[in-house]
T-cell receptor, first 116, second 111 residues
């Protein structure tokens, strides 16, 4: 079974430039998550989708971050414009079911963003 | 809201000796608890999970953890460390699919 796929793996951009990350979840997983992981810290949730609906985006900085999950499968996370403090690893994860279930989340390898 | 505290940012053991990574949690409900491992430049991998069944949970690669409600703890153990166990370990508490990660514990294994 293929795991969660993310691209690119690494991205270096100058501040004020836009950047986009792509995630393809495990086939059949209806719930998709985007996390931010700063160096030396644990992942923090940015947004959670159940199918194509964003059910939790309370931690997404909406002035510069946006996300979409068209057709409830793959997803794109965008930053525009990027700031120096956005340098981090962006992780995507997927699971079988949201709501009250406690289903294991499967993580992709992440995209390491460096803003110069 | 739920939260988790990993009591050690760095643990160093010798190969073949026991491993203990400590985790305390805070939750208003009956939480699910997880341990994930992250090797350099690799994705997070689930080691084990507790979801209100047996309090002693066995995971992959010889790891296990015990849920102690009275102590609000979920410590991770392994009887004998292997060089390949060197990695970052995250304790996670989940309520209603909202997962909160600890800051992580870096495990170093000396030959």
């Amino acid at each position: 079974e293929a795991g969660v796929v993310q691209s690119p793996r690494y991205k270096i951009i100058e501040k004020k430039q836009p950047v986009a990350f792509w995630c393809n979840p495990i086939s059949g997983h209806n719930t998709l998550y985007w996390y931010l992981q700063n160096l030396g810290q644990g992942p923090e949730l940015l947004i959670r989708y159940e199918n194509e609906e964003a059910v939790d985006d309370s931690q997404l900085p909406k002035d510069r971050f946006s996300a979409e999950r068209l057709k409830g499968v793959d997803s794109t996370l965008k930053i525009q414009p990027a700031e120096l403090g956005d340098s981090a690893v962006y992780l995507c994860a997927s699971s079988l079911e949201g709501g009250e279930g406690h289903y294991e989340q499967y993580f992709g390898p992440g995209t390491r963003l460096t803003v110069t | 809201a739920q939260s988790v505290t990993q009591l050690d940012s760095h643990v160093s053991v010798s190969e073949g000796t026991p491993v203990l990574l400590r985790c305390n949690y805070s939750s208003s409900y009956s939480p699910s608890l997880f341990w994930y491992v992250q090797h350099p430049n690799k994705g997070l991998q689930l080691l084990l999970k507790y979801t209100s069944a047996a309090t002693l949970v066995k995971g992959i690669n010889g790891f296990e953890a015990e849920f102690k409600k009275s102590e609000t703890s979920f410590h991770l153990t392994k009887p004998s460390a292997h060089m390949s166990d060197a990695a970052e370990y995250f304790c996670v508490v989940s309520e209603s699919n909202d997962m909160r990660f600890g800051a992580g514990t870096r495990l170093t294994v000396k030959p």
